[in-house]
């Protein structure tokens, strides 16, 4: 029996659902921290999510955060210094620590944001001592104290053993693939602000802080229907 129909038609009506919850939360929340100038302020239009294709090239180019088997990855455009990228890292944690998502961290420091580069250093830095969850959990605590606490005060407080070699990782500059990786695909895909996330594929304008759960619930609820009608 041919399925397509059906697929369609449920694609049709779990796309306007995600438009739905994605317009809701526009109206609740739209701050974000944007490249030239880093501001924040409410756009007249919000775009509903789309979905890009070849979302999972992107998941390839920043570290791995939660249970590798989790059926929902999120790639998040992220900066350190940017505090509605705290505030989705405070959404977004329940539902790793659960299993329910996995998260590719994408590095793209704000050129408006002084310590958001070398903030992105550390946590690469970290990532090679196995650490970076630690350190990235840590410069979200204390955004405060970016630039007024040292690097290295971070990584000993993030448990990495050997702060002497993080150190100069962080100090002597040298390559940090992961950064510029994140920073060539973000300018690519003509990234305007962070932090911006694609859930399963689906681009969106605006963060869903406060709708996070429910709008992955959807997208389960999307990817468990098709494994049914496939069959």
């Not at 109206?27 to 921290?33: K, N, P, S, T």
């Not at 971070?154 to 100069?168: H, S, Y």
Request: net charge positive; charged share 20%; hydrophobic share 45%.
């Amino acid at each position: 029996m041919d399925r397509k129909p059906t697929s369609k038609v449920i694609d049709s009506v779990v796309t306007s659902i995600l438009c739905l919850t994605a317009l809701t939360v526009a109206v609740a929340a739209v701050h974000r921290e944007f490249v030239k100038p880093a501001i924040a302020f409410v756009p007249r239009e919000v775009e509903p999510p789309r979905f890009v294709s070849d979302w999972q090239k992107w998941s390839h180019e920043g570290e791995a955060i939660g249970d590798s088997s989790a059926p929902i990855t999120i790639v998040e455009f992220a900066d350190f210094q940017c505090p509605f990228c705290r505030r989705f890292q405070q959404a977004v944690d329940p539902l790793v620590a659960r299993g329910v998502v996995k998260v590719s961290f994408v590095h793209f420091p704000l050129t408006a944001h002084r310590y958001a580069m070398p903030a992105a250093f550390a946590a690469d830095c970290a990532g090679r001592s196995g650490r970076f969850v630690q350190m990235a959990n840590l410069l979200f605590a204390k955004q405060d104290s970016l630039g007024s606490k040292s690097w290295k005060s971070f990584a000993a407080e993030a448990g990495i053993a050997d702060t002497g070699t993080f150190d100069r990782c962080v100090s002597e500059g040298g390559h940090h693939d992961l950064v510029d990786r994140g920073l060539a695909l973000g300018k690519a895909v003509n990234l305007r602000a962070t932090p911006t996330v694609v859930i399963q594929g689906w681009r969106f304008s605006v963060p869903p802080y406060d709708s996070l759960e429910a709008i992955v619930a959807k997208i389960r609820l999307r990817e468990g229907i098709y494994a049914v009608a496939d069959k």
